[in-house]
């Protein structure tokens, strides 16, 4: 894993490790915000056929929960850089036959659909011209592995300048939205409307 991922992956461990299977674990505030969120990223899934979808930054695999509860027919890859996240995700979904984890960034194969949330939230000690390469860079990599579309969050700048962290990353919704649209597919989305201090963007090929 290169140095700008490194530290990540040592800061989630560190939350999974000292909160266990639940939202803190993933450094999410609550349950709450995490669902509103999976809500935002399965627009871009389909609701009347199969499909295949790579969890990027899964976690202990939260969404995996969500997409059972909601579809039937799909095959689910869970994919994380924390070696602690896997092993947790693939204890507590032992039964999931239609589903794996794996540790690392992206899928051995393309896959119909990839999600990614909260993976470009957590940037610590990188500057910020480093990290939106690194976003940049993780969003082409996204685009050449998704066969029919992709989606992801991003904390958003507008949000309220006293609460911003300096170890977080606060993108800019438009350069994204201009950019995948300009470089993935005509047919991208912005929802900016969901009450948190980020955006998803969707993309649809
Ligand atoms: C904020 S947590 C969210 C976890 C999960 N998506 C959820 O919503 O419950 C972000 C996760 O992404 C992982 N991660 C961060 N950057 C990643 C990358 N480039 N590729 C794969 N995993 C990454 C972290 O280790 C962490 O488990």
Not at 71 to 90: H, K, N, P, V
Request: hydrophobic share 40%; glycine share 6%; aromatic share 14%.
């Amino acid at each position: 894993m290169d140095n700008l991922l490194s530290p990540v992956a040592s800061y989630y461990t560190d939350k999974i490790k000292e909160f266990g299977p639940q939202p803190k674990g993933v450094d999410w505030n609550g349950e709450d915000g995490q669902l509103l969120r999976f809500e935002q990223l399965c627009r871009v899934l389909d609701p009347e056929a199969a499909f295949s979808v790579v969890d990027v930054g899964c976690g202990y695999g939260a969404l995996l929960d969500f997409l059972q509860e909601r579809y039937r027919d799909f095959q689910y890859l869970g994919i994380d850089i924390s070696e602690t996240m896997i092993e947790t995700a693939r204890d507590l979904h032992k039964a999931a036959a239609h589903a794996h984890f794996l540790s690392g960034t992206e899928p051995e194969s393309p896959v119909d659909f990839a999600v990614a949330s909260g993976i470009f939230n957590v940037r610590l000690g990188s500057d910020e011209p480093n990290w939106k390469a690194y976003i940049r860079d993780t969003l082409q990599r996204m685009h050449a592995f998704s066969k029919r579309g992709f989606a992801f969050n991003c904390l958003t700048s507008y949000s309220d300048a006293d609460r911003m962290r300096a170890d977080l990353h606060y993108a800019d919704p438009c350069e994204l939205f201009d950019l995948c649209k300009r470089e993935f597919s005509r047919n991208v989305a912005l929802f900016h409307d969901y009450g948190l201090y980020e955006f998803t963007i969707v993309v649809r090929k």
